[in-house]
């Protein structure tokens, strides 16, 4: 099974909601699933996974003021990607400081434009509250913990 390295963006505002897009397929290999997730994607060739964080930043949110951390977090699994390809997954996570915006998708791809139906900023409250899922499924643990884990 190939590698599939990735880097993930926590995105918090000054007053700590968190910024999530909501992920629909309605047709390929992930039809009907839907899921709250965190910014980001794959690491490309020469690539870091804190040049990608950066890169991915840009894609995906914009040209806004923000900072961003070390890698803080790192998670290994098994996923299927929208093509039905299962890889493993290398995620490296990235806390990303910046005030509470829109994103920006004007460099979104087109099957981020066709799966990415909104954004939102949650509360911790919210996301420890809600029925929907959410991805990475231990968000809150990141973020509470902060603790830099090896891969």
């Known amino acids: 099974m190939r590698r599939r390295p990735s880097a993930r963006l ?10 999530l897009f909501y992920f629909v397929f309605t047709k390929g290999a992930l039809a009907g ?72 998708r004007a460099a979104w791809s087109a099957l981020e434009m066709e799966v990415m139906k909104q954004h939102r900023w949650w509360t911790p409250e919210e996301i420890a509250m809600t029925d929907e899922i959410v991805f990475p499924e231990n968000l809150l643990e990141m973020l509470k913990n902060r603790v830099l884990s090896v891969c």
């Open 10 to 19: 926590l995105v918090l505002s000054p007053e700590n909601h968190i910024l």
């Open 33 to 104: 699933k839907s899921y709250w997730a965190t910014p980001g994607g794959g690491v490309e060739d020469n690539e870091s996974f804190a040049e990608a964080a950066v890169r991915e930043f840009a894609e995906e949110i914009g040209q806004h003021n923000y900072s961003i951390s070390e890698e803080i977090a790192c998670q290994k699994f098994i996923m299927k990607l929208p093509d039905g390809e299962s890889v493993i997954s290398d995620e490296r996570y990235f806390i990303v400081r910046m005030s509470k915006v829109a994103p920006d």
